[in-house]
Each structure stands twice: as C-alpha cells, then as structure tokens.
C-alpha cells in the first residue's frame, strides 16, 4: 500500500509539474516567435519603416498595424508563416491609403519596384521606376551594363508591362555587393522567392513548392517543359540569400 501511495504522489507531482509548465513553455515559445520575425531579414530590410505589430498566442500569430503597400501585408505573412513554431497566421494589416487601381501605372509600377528588391544582381535602392501607359522608364545608376541589361530583363518580365526603355546610367562602383553567403534567414528566403515567382510573368502561373533551409531552397511542383524548369531555377539563384538551388519540379 505504501508503494502504491508513494507512486500516486509520484505521479500527480509529474502531472503538476507539466500542467504549470506547459504554459511558460509556450510563453518562450510565442516570445521567440514574435523576437524571430522582428529580426527577420524581410522585416528590418522591406518592412523596417512599417507599423506591425506581431502577437503570438500558442504559434497563432496575429499581425496588425499599417504598412506602405500590399505587398508588405503579403511579404509579412509569408515570412512569419515560415517560422519555426508558428501554426496560422491571422493577417490583419492595413495598407496606407487606397491601394492602386489593378493594372494601372502606379499598380504596374509597384509590381516592377518589388521584383527588384528580391534580386541581388540587381539595385532597387538606385534604380528609379517610372511607368506610363504600360511602359517603363528605368533611371539611376548601374554599376555594369550586366546589371541594367538584367533590370531591362526583370522589369519587361512583369505582366502588364508592355516594353521598357531603360536609360539608366553605369557607373562603376566598388562598393561591397551583396553575395550568396550573407546571412539571410531561412523563412525571409522563402517570402521573397515566392513573391518573385508570383511578380514574374513568366513564372506566375507556375504550380510551385518553396522549403529553404540553411540558405539551400528546395522547389517542387509541376513546369510546362524543360525552359520553364531552367528559368525558375536562374530566377530563385538570383534572390538574395539564395545558396543553392535544389529544383525538383516535374515537367508535364
């Protein structure tokens, strides 16, 4: 009897000690959550001058607050939703102002400024996006004729836009570019690869997987034939982070 007695004390002690700590567990955990994202690559480098608030209940993640444009809200969701521990996400923020009219200028200007942003071989920070009836106008610097011809190259790749005329200037520079090394979080890696994916046209309609991990993404899904397979893979190549592409996409 004293042994039972002895195991039951036992027993209701364990029960105990997992009831009490399971809520500080998940109080570490949401805190990490919420610390992680505000870290994240997307969130100090696109969205460091927006208003989000991150709350985390049990990996439920709620975001609130004003951001400059929609594609923040979506650029926010897709980089938390790939953080370790986050089970939904509960996207309530509000873009400044009303949004551009689809396919007008200003919407197809928007489109063409943040697919420059995710690519390294190329400089949103100095190239100025003006859009006219459909049309591009690309201004500012380059540092080789690579880089304008390739920011002709990603701006014509926008649906929507119809030509581009590019009169950017190249200038040489030996500032420190950005390489495949640098530390970039996995989950921020994932958000831009997918946004690029969705902002070039002749990805867009692509049935596409993205999982990164260590830099390393892995693509999977179906492309219509072997020259969609390559672009993708020339295209995730060139976002910033990206290590190593892993394409295993069917064709059919």
């Known amino acids: 009897m004293k042994n039972l007695y002895r195991v039951a004390i036992m027993m209701a002690a364990v029960v105990a000690l997992v009831i009490t700590s399971a809520p500080a567990y998940a109080s ?5 959550i919420e610390l992680t994202a505000r870290n994240s690559y997307v969130f100090k480098t696109y969205l460091q001058d927006d208003d989000i608030k991150i709350d985390s209940k049990d990996g439920a993640v709620t975001l609130t607050g004003i951001v400059s444009g929609e594609y923040h809200k979506t650029m926010a969701q897709e980089t938390v939703t790939g953080l370790p521990g986050v089970i939904s996400v509960d996207n309530r923020l509000e873009a400044k102002g009303a949004p551009p009219t689809a396919n007008s200028d200003a919407w197809l200007r928007d489109k063409v400024k943040a697919t420059l942003w995710f690519h390294r ?4 920070r ?4 003006d859009v006219t009836d ?6 500012g610097n380059a540092v080789s004729h690579a880089q304008k011809s390739l920011t002709t190259e990603y701006a014509r790749d926008v649906e929507g836009i119809k030509d581009v005329n590019n ?9 420190k570019k950005r390489t495949a090394n640098e530390k970039i979080d996995d989950a921020s890696i994932t958000a831009q690869v ?6 070039h046209r002749s990805t867009s309609a692509l049935n596409t997987t993205v999982s990164t991990k260590n830099g390393v993404v892995t693509l999977g899904g179906k492309a219509g034939n072997a020259a969609e397979l390559r672009l993708v893979s020339r295209l995730v190549n060139d976002i910033n982070g990206v290590k190593r592409v892993r394409n295993w996409m069917t064709i059919g």
């Open 28 to 32: 570490k955990m949401d805190d990490r």
């Open 121 to 124: 071989s190329v400089s949103a």
């Open 126 to 129: 100095t190239t100025e996006v």
């Open 134 to 139: 459909g049309i591009v106008t690309l201004r």
């Open 167 to 175: 009169e950017m200037i190249v200038i040489e520079s030996s500032k």
């Open 194 to 199: 997918k946004m690029a994916l969705l902002l």
